[in-house]
């Protein structure tokens, strides 16, 4: 997953950015409307977190533009208002999902994974291809039943493949799921976790088609 | 009257009763000058035909001949006729006339009361035949006449009134519903209902009040947008933080690498540091609130004030304050705690949109300035600046929103002011103190 936390408090949006990261998330923060546009009409997020007070606007304004572009990045409003005027506002505005500060950090990084979860079109939480099962609530992973540990980018990439299992997904799309603006990115990065992947959960599991990407092999 | 149908209708029922009594005065004085000439003319003419018919005869009937006389008794109901002779003997009369003499005029017209009643009386004297001929008629008759004339008159507009004042109550009533729609239409409003009232179409006569109406409606709906933004900035300023700590507290928690967890602490003891300033911030607020009493005063030298603060309050590398020679020598008689508290609060504004820049105080007898070179005030915004939790869109990243307001505070209890401007020629805001003149 990767998330635009958009937030002008230095010290929630560095809290976001690390509590987020620490769930499996690729998290980009900026500070205000103007940043948050450009980013969104740049990079491809999985969802956006949108704090409604900001210094050049209202978030609002900046959700409704994003709508009115048929933009359908999911976004989750975060507000100090909490007022049912307010979410009823908030969610006609386009946005997916609504929590008043202070929340808990684990039931945003939830409805996250939930609205980028309906966004894919599905409602199960686990990700499923023959044996291998995902569950991003908790990073888990089994094959066959059997527990396996994946390190935190190997997950990523995981998900990124079974979400749509037929689909071929190409390095560049895998590495702008894995990391943030600020992460400098290894050249071979993605070939390495793909080794340690098929290491972990089968030779055949990820096939590589050759000047395209990856995607996943056939459901066993 | 507290009813204004009530009033109109009143008026005009009053106004048109005058017209009409008026009216039947004038004609009642017009009508019996002309009945009584009219009257007169008929006595007048009656004791002339009278005369000439008497003087037909050679010589007049007996003393006592009553029934020849008795012929001329149809006119008794209005008019009585006496004949008399010019040494006094009564000649002839008609039926019902009475026995005493009419008049004791020897021609002309005359008034003469007879058994408690008066007569109008025309006498004419005719010497050659030895006659003197007298017709008269009652007074009260002519009375009643002119009587039956002006009750004939108010009889119909007497039976007209009930449906004159109906008439005048619906048309009142019908003038006043513009008023009447208008009241409804306010009534009918949910409280937050802040539309204007359609004054362009009101008459002209209501439309100053619709207009006055608007207005008020005008500012109550901006108090109300205000209240409502500076609540909606105090819940936004008061909560963030809060969410800065539980988010920061729970990575702690959940964070297995020593250095996130610590780097979660760090993060958590600023967000104590900004919170507790907050707080400082709004007890002094509340404060200055509650304290409703001018400040007590005293002489006040700025300098040591000022070279206190610059001293405490940290600032960038790069950027350099000033305190020129003039506000060494400044001394106020003010109160000091109050100008600290204004100054302090400017200071840091100053210092913390200044990276890299001068910073200058400088002072004349009744002012203080200080200017930065920071990236001012964008322009729409200078006149929100001071209203609580307003934090503009060049925010400082550790600003409250509460330090302008602070300071206009602070001023307001000491007479002072603040003027707050973008500079002129380079970049940066400069604020500007202005003091009472002592007299």
């Known amino acids: 997953m990767r998330i635009l936390v958009v937030e002008d408090d230095p010290i929630l949006s560095d809290g976001l950015r690390?509590?987020?990261?620490?769930?499996?998330?690729?998290?980009?923060?900026?500070?205000?409307?103007?940043?948050?546009?450009?980013?969104?009409?740049?990079?491809?997020?999985?969802?956006?977190?949108?704090?409604?007070?900001?210094?050049?606007?209202?978030?609002?304004?900046?959700?409704?533009?994003?709508?009115?572009?048929?933009?359908?990045?999911?976004?989750?409003?975060?507000?100090?208002?909490?007022?049912?005027?307010?979410?009823?506002?908030?969610?006609?505005?386009?946005?997916?999902?609504?929590?008043?500060?202070?929340?808990?950090?684990?039931?945003?990084?939830?409805?996250?994974?939930?609205?980028?979860?309906?966004?894919?079109?599905?409602?199960?939480?686990?990700?499923?291809?023959?044996?291998?099962?995902?569950?991003?609530?908790?990073?888990?992973?089994?094959?066959?039943?059997?527990?396996?540990?994946?390190?935190?980018?190997?997950?990523?990439?995981?998900?990124?493949?079974?979400?749509?299992?037929?689909?071929?997904?190409?390095?560049?799309?895998?590495?702008?799921?894995?990391?943030?603006?600020?992460?400098?990115?290894?050249?071979?990065?993605?070939?390495?976790?793909?080794?340690?992947?098929?290491?972990?959960?089968?030779?055949?599991?990820?096939?590589?088609?050759?000047?395209?990407?990856?995607?996943?092999?056939?459901?066993? | 009257m507290k009813s204004l149908r009530l009033r109109l209708f009143a008026t005009l029922l009053a106004a048109t009763g005058i017209v009409w009594l008026t009216a039947v005065v004038w004609i009642y004085v017009g009508s019996r000058g002309e009945v009584e000439q009219v009257l007169d003319t008929r006595l007048q003419e009656a004791a002339r035909m009278v005369a000439s018919l008497a003087s037909g005869f050679e010589s007049l009937p007996g003393k006592s001949a009553p029934a020849a006389i008795a012929q001329l008794g149809s006119y008794e109901r209005q008019l009585s006729c006496q004949i008399w002779s010019l040494d006094g003997r009564m000649v002839a009369k008609s039926s019902g006339a009475p026995d005493q003499q009419l008049s004791s005029a020897s021609s002309g017209f005359s008034d003469r009361t007879i058994d408690g009643e008066t007569w109008r009386v025309f006498t004419v004297e005719d010497a050659g035949h030895n006659l003197r001929v007298m017709v008269g008629d009652r007074l009260s008759l002519r009375e009643r006449l002119v009587a039956d004339l002006i009750k004939g008159l108010m009889l119909p507009a007497l039976l007209i009134a009930p449906l004159l004042g109906a008439a005048i109550w619906a048309s009142v009533g019908q003038g006043l519903r513009p008023l009447r729609r208008m009241a409804q239409d306010l009534g009918d409003r949910e409280p937050d209902d802040m539309r204007h009232v359609q004054a362009d179409q009101a008459p002209i006569e209501v439309r100053p009040l619709a207009n006055a109406l608007n207005g008020l409606l005008s500012r109550v709906e901006a108090a109300r947008r205000h209240e409502r933004e500076v609540t909606a900035f105090a819940a936004h300023e008061l909560r963030t933080p809060l969410a800065g700590l539980k988010t920061q507290a729970q990575v702690a928690m959940a964070a297995e690498d020593p250095k996130v967890v610590r780097g979660a602490l760090e993060q958590i003891v600023a967000a104590v540091d900004r919170s507790t300033r907050l707080v400082r911030q709004l007890l002094t607020i509340a404060k200055l609130d509650a304290d409703a009493a001018d400040a007590p005063r005293s002489t006040v030298a700025v300098g040591p004030i000022l070279a206190e603060i610059v001293a405490d309050t940290p600032k960038h590398d790069g950027t350099v304050i000033t305190i020129d020679a003039s506000v060494r020598e400044m001394v106020l008689d003010t109160n000091a705690d109050c100008l600290q508290l204004a100054l302090r609060n400017l200071h840091e504004n100053a210092v913390q949109h200044t990276r890299d820049g001068r910073i200058v105080w400088a002072a004349t007898p009744n002012s203080l300035s200080v200017e930065d070179e920071g990236p001012g005030i964008p322009s729409d915004e200078l006149d929100k600046l001071g209203n609580r939790f307003f934090r503009g869109r060049l925010r400082s990243p550790i600003g409250s929103g509460l330090g302008l307001a602070i300071v206009k505070l602070a001023l307001a209890k000491i007479d002072a002011e603040v003027t707050i401007s973008n500079r002129t020629g380079c970049r940066g805001a400069r604020s500007e103190l202005t003091f009472p003149v002592r007299t």
């Open chain 1, 18 to 220: 690390t509590g987020l990261s620490l769930t499996g998330a690729t998290v980009d923060a900026v500070e205000t409307c103007e940043e948050a546009d450009a980013a969104i009409a740049a990079s491809r997020y999985s969802a956006v977190v949108l704090d409604i007070m900001l210094p050049d606007g209202s978030g609002l304004d900046l959700l409704r533009k994003l709508r009115r572009r048929r933009d359908a990045t999911p976004v989750l409003l975060l507000t100090a208002r909490d007022s049912i005027g307010d979410k009823v506002s908030g969610l006609d505005s386009g946005a997916d999902d609504y929590l008043a500060k202070p929340f808990d950090l684990d039931e945003l990084a939830a409805r996250l994974r939930a609205i980028v979860r309906r966004e894919g079109g599905r409602a199960a939480p686990m990700l499923v291809h023959g044996s291998i099962v995902l569950s991003p609530a908790d990073l888990a992973a089994t094959v066959d039943g059997r527990s396996i540990r994946l390190s935190r980018r190997e997950f990523a990439i995981l998900t990124a493949l079974m979400e749509r299992p037929g689909q071929v997904r190409s390095r560049a799309e895998l590495e702008e799921r894995l990391y943030g603006w600020q992460e400098d990115i290894e050249s071979n990065a993605v070939e390495v976790h793909i080794h340690n992947l098929r290491a972990k959960i089968g030779k055949d599991a990820i096939q590589t088609i050759r000047g395209v990407g990856y995607r996943m092999g056939a459901a066993l």
